[in-house]
């Protein structure tokens, strides 16, 4: 981390989110494919926008960050939650905007924040589950490190996979992706 509460990758700079954030996601563009409606934030009224910011506000058991591209658009969120620095381990969550998908943007800011909760917060390993038919965010986690530890049934009957990425494994590629 450059300065506090801010994380630069190689594309994008994570910074801690602030409620007027929030104010600007409402006004991204909505995904329309069925299986990546989960992403579109009910933001509509400041009142949505106000219990987004404060559930997800940075604590002792949760890091939230904006992604912002070169340009300084504000193009998603990322996050840990369910830090657990005893057990060493977080749950890593992201959205990248619809009309900013695709583009690399995921991967840096992934590789980023994993950087960070390895090298800053010190943890062994960061989780996350994705959606089965998701193959596009399958590939980025892999492409990053991720492996595949077991499934599990979520909301709506959808299958997830479960994945994990260890601080030696990352560190044994370099903190790098590797070819997928």
Same mark, same amino acid.
């Given at each position: *981390?450059? %300065?506090?509460?801010?994380? !630069?990758?190689?594309?994008?700079?994570?910074?801690? *989110?602030?409620?007027?954030?929030? #104010?600007e *996601?409402?006004?991204?563009?909505?995904?329309?494919?069925?299986?990546?409606?989960?992403?579109?934030? #009910?933001?509509?009224?400041?009142?949505? &926008? #106000?219990?987004?910011f404060? !559930?997800g506000?940075?604590?002792?058991? &949760?890091?939230?960050?904006?992604?912002?591209?070169?340009?300084? %658009?504000?193009?998603?969120?990322?996050?840990? /939650?369910?830090?657990?620095?005893?057990?060493?381990?977080?749950?890593?969550?992201?959205?990248?905007?619809?009309?900013?998908?695709?583009?690399?943007?995921?991967?840096?800011?992934? &590789?980023?924040?994993?950087?960070?909760?390895?090298?800053?917060?010190?943890?062994?390993?960061?989780?996350?589950?994705?959606a %089965?038919?998701? +193959?596009?965010?399958? =590939?980025?986690? %892999?492409?990053?490190g991720?492996? +595949?530890?077991?499934? =599990? /049934?979520? +909301? =709506?009957?959808?299958?997830?996979? #479960? *994945?994990?990425?260890s !601080?030696?494994?990352?560190?044994q590629?370099?903190?790098?992706?590797?070819?997928?």
């Amino acid at each position: *981390m450059d %300065e506090p509460g801010v994380i !630069r990758g190689e594309r994008v700079t994570l910074r801690e *989110m602030v409620r007027a954030d929030v #104010d600007e *996601m409402a006004r991204w563009p909505r995904f329309v494919e069925p299986e990546l409606q989960w992403a579109n934030l #009910d933001l509509t009224f400041p009142v949505d &926008r #106000d219990g987004y910011f404060e !559930r997800g506000r940075s604590n002792a058991t &949760r890091r939230r960050f904006v992604i912002r591209n070169e340009q300084g %658009e504000l193009i998603g969120t990322i996050g840990l /939650r369910n830090l657990d620095f005893r057990a060493g381990e977080g749950t890593l969550g992201i959205i990248i905007r619809a009309d900013a998908v695709g583009r690399g943007y995921g991967t840096d800011a992934i &590789r980023s924040l994993v950087r960070y909760a390895f090298d800053v917060l010190g943890l062994r390993r960061v989780i996350l589950d994705v959606a %089965e038919n998701n +193959p596009r965010a399958q =590939h980025v986690y %892999e492409k990053i490190g991720f492996v +595949p530890v077991g499934t =599990h /049934r979520g +909301p =709506h009957g959808l299958r997830y996979i #479960d *994945m994990v990425l260890s !601080r030696e494994a990352f560190s044994q590629q370099g903190g790098r992706s590797t070819a997928v």
